[in-house]
C-alpha cells in the first residue's frame, strides 16, 4: 500500500496532489509541518473533501500524548503518529486514546535505539513506522533501513524516508505493508504519473 506524505506544500497544493494521486494511493498523510502550518482545520476538511481515503495525522506527538491523540483523532483522521523515543506513558496514554475511539497509534521509529523495541511491544504498539529522517537522507551515516532489523514479526511495518521506485528494495528485509512516499510524488511534475509508477513497483515486489 501506498501513503502519499504532504509535506512543505500549501493546502492548495496538498489538495491537488491528493486529487491527482487518488486512484493510487491508499492513505493520506497530513505531514508535521502542514499540521503546523494549519491546524486541526486541514484534517477536518481533508475528512469531508476524501471520506473514502485513510488519514493519517503525522502530528509526531512526544508528550501530552492523551490531548494530541484525540485531537487528530477527533479531527477526523483514522491513525495519528506517536514517537517512539517518548516516554512510556506518553506511548500508552496514546494507545488508550485511540483504541477508545476505534482508531490506531503509528510509532514513529525516528531514532530509537533497537533495544527499544521489545519494549514497545509490551506497550501494545502494533504499528510502526522504520523512518530515515529528513535530515539524514542525503548523509551516508543514518540513511539505511539497515539497523531496522526484522520487525515484521511483531509490527505492521510501515517505512518512510527518501522512498521511490528505486530504494524501494532497500526495506525489502522490512517487509513493509505501507510505503509512505513524499518527495518523489510531491515533488514530480506529474503527481499522478509518479503515484502510478509507484504502485506497479510496490505490486510487483
Ligand atoms: O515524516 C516525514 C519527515 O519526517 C518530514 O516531516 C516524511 O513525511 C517522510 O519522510 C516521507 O517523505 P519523503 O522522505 O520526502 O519521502
Do not use: W
Not at 108 to 114: I, S
Amino acid at each position: 500500500m501506498i501513503q502519499v506524505a504532504l509535506d512543505r506544500l500549501t493546502k492548495e497544493e496538498c489538495i491537488s496532489i491528493t486529487e491527482q494521486t487518488y486512484d493510487h494511493i491508499d492513505y493520506i498523510e497530513i505531514g508535521t509541518g502542514v499540521i503546523k502550518e494549519y491546524g486541526m482545520d486541514i484534517i477536518r476538511d481533508f475528512r469531508k473533501r476524501f471520506p473514502d481515503k485513510k488519514i493519517v495525522a503525522d502530528m509526531k506527538t512526544c508528550d501530552a500524548g492523551k490531548h494530541e491523540t484525540r485531537q487528530a483523532l477527533e479531527a477526523g483522521s483514522d491513525i495519528t503518529t506517536v514517537m517512539g523515543l517518548s516516554h512510556d506513558q506518553t506511548i500508552l496514554d496514546s494507545i488508550q486514546v485511540a483504541e477508545e475511539l476505534y482508531k490506531n497509534v503509528l510509532v514513529d521509529l525516528l531514532e530509537v535505539p533497537v533495544e527499544r523495541f521489545a519494549r514497545l511491544k509490551e506497550l501494545g504498539v502494533e504499528l510502526v513506522s522504520a523512518h530515515i529522517g529528513k535530515d539524514t537522507q542525503d548523509h551516508s551515516e543514518g540513511n539505511s533501513f539497515e539497523h531496522y532489523g526484522s520487525l515484521s514479526d511483531d509490527f505492521t511495518v510501515f517505512v518512510a524516508g527518501g522512498i521511490s521506485p528505486k530504494s524501494v528494495q532497500q526495506s525489502e528485509k522490512l517487509k513493509p505493508d505501507v510505503f509512505i512516499v513524499g518527495g518523489y510524488i510531491t515533488n514530480a511534475s506529474n503527481p499522478g504519473e509518479a503515484s502510478r509508477t509507484m504502485k506497479e513497483v510496490i505490486s510487483k515486489r
